[in-house]
């Protein structure tokens, strides 16, 4: 089973970047797509970013312009900047590995984000 984990979290200040990134365990990783998902408290998660093997890339509309998803075999990084008190969450790499008609959801175990002054 791949193992995802998530770092690059932490405090920020308003207008301020971050870049996270996400690791398999498994340097050949290379699903069908990546996502970076995000869960304020008391808010539903959310998917901020996608990106897919083929170079579709789909971003939240709050956070386009202001965040860049990027991939690497095994990789996915998530780029923030003109960061807001709104983007305080945690977040959460996702990958989808597609094989035949099944599909195989993976889950990294978050890292937060705070923007705060």
């Known amino acids: 089973q791949v193992q995802l984990v998530e770092s690059g979290g932490g405090l920020v200040q308003p207008g301020g970047s971050l870049t996270l990134s996400c690791s398999a365990s498994?340097?050949?990783?290379?699903?069908?797509?990546w996502a970076w998902f995000r869960q304020a408290p008391g808010k539903e998660r959310e998917q901020v970013a996608r990106?897919?093997?083929?170079?579709f890339i789909e971003y939240l509309d709050s956070v386009k312009g202001r965040f860049t998803i990027s991939r690497n075999i095994g990789k996915v990084f998530l780029e923030m900047n003109g960061l807001q008190p709104e983007d305080t969450a945690v977040y959460y790499c996702?990958?989808?590995?597609?094989?035949?008609?099944?599909?195989?959801?993976?889950w990294g175990q978050g890292t937060q984000v705070t923007v705060s002054a």
């Open positions: 498994e340097s050949s990783f290379n699903p069908y797509y």
């Open positions: 996702n990958a989808v590995v597609v094989e035949g008609t099944t599909a195989s959801d993976y």
């Open positions: 990106a897919t093997t083929v170079g």
